[in-house]
């Protein structure tokens, strides 16, 4: 079945510091979606990207569908403390069919 | 404007007890879906409706039975709760199949 590596799994960090994470996939993706979870919370969609190069932003938060189309990227740059979550890629193919495939989570964890 | 919402938020069940999950949204979406959440496992998709009167499995079905008999509203039912089945329940729904799910904020079922 398909497979989406999303890493690191968590990240400890220092506010103010900038955060990357990505996702790879083992087939082709026209669609890369990322969420963030805050705790006892559903998912909440940050960015939606659609074609391959694509480079989107939202606030602190900038995200890129990577050229091969296998991968994506999340930067978060000067980090504070909301920022303290899961964060989720999610990503379809052309045979999901109705389907996400979601990668298993970025912990980011603030260190006081 | 309420979105996505889940009933119950929390539930304790005994293993071979049954109960459903209800999950209503207002946004007159098209697609509703069941996730389970599991720690380090990210979302698994249990069942998905592509619209009133439809049903179709995802990636665990087994253990779970949903209806759609009404747009707003994606029922999951338990008919005999297991032990393997203690999660974290989300319900999402979208306008199109890649497109910004609206997720709830879940339900944590514990079976014992």
């Known amino acids: 079945g398909q497979q989406l590596n999303q890493s690191p799994q968590s990240m400890f960090i220092q506010e103010g510091e900038d955060v990357s994470m990505n996702c790879t996939s083992s087939?082709?993706?026209?669609?890369w979606l990322w969420y963030k979870q805050d705790p006892g919370e559903g998912p909440v969609l940050l960015i939606a990207?659609?074609?391959a190069g694509e480079l989107t932003s939202n606030g602190r938060l900038t995200a890129q569908f990577g050229i091969t189309r296998k991968d994506s990227f999340l930067n978060i740059s000067a980090s504070i403390p909301s920022d303290v979550g899961i964060y989720f890629c999610?990503?379809?193919?052309?045979?999901?069919?109705?389907?996400?495939?979601w990668g298993a989570g970025t912990k980011l964890i603030i260190k006081p | 404007n309420a979105g996505v919402t889940q009933t119950p938020k929390f539930r304790v069940l005994k293993t071979g007890q049954s109960m459903t999950l209800l999950c209503a949204q207002d946004?007159?979406?098209?697609?509703m879906y069941w996730y389970r959440q599991d720690p380090g496992m990210g979302l698994r998709l249990i069942h998905y409706?592509?619209?009133?009167?439809?049903?179709a499995k995802g990636e665990v079905p087994d253990g779970y039975n949903v209806s759609r008999l009404k747009k707003q509203n994606f029922l999951l039912g338990l008919e005999s709760a297991a032990p393997s089945q203690t999660s974290v329940y989300f319900c999402?729904?979208?306008?199109?199949?890649?497109?910004?799910?609206?997720f709830g904020s879940g339900t944590r079922l514990t079976v014992v």
């Open positions: 990207l659609y074609k």
């Open positions: 946004m007159n979406h098209e697609y």
């Open positions: 087939s082709i993706f026209n669609t």
């Open positions: 409706s592509v619209g009133e009167g439809t049903t």
């Open positions: 999402a729904s979208s306008w199109t199949t890649s497109y910004g799910y609206t």
């Open positions: 999610a990503g379809q193919d052309m045979d999901s069919n109705y389907q996400l495939i």
